[in-house]
């Protein structure tokens, strides 16, 4: 994921995280509100409960891999909407045990619950 798509600053991750919770699966948690760019941008976090720096750095990698994929999808619903979101993903232990499709498909499934609650 392209560096200027990222959410990287704390006021932007708090004024998300305390918003509506949007998706909770079994690997990730999502919040979402509208946009203050022009384009879609992802934060992502990781659970404390996943210990050491490796693992959470392995973890963060594996969902903005993930993200990346739904979002720079070019037949993707969310980017024929025409609203922008900001996002904040956290990854949960199982981000790490799950395989990638796996992954790759819970990222849809959240991304496809931000597209209706754009309708």
Known sequence: MKKGLRLTGRRDFQRLVS???LYAGHAIVGFAAAGRAARNRVGVGVSRQIKGAVARNRARRRLRE???????NTDSRLSESGITFDMVVIARPAALEMPFSELEAEAGRFLQRLHAASA
Not at 66 to 72: C, I, Q, V, Y
């Open 19 to 21: 918003s509506r919770r």
């Open 66 to 72: 993930a993200l990346r994929s739904g979002l720079e």
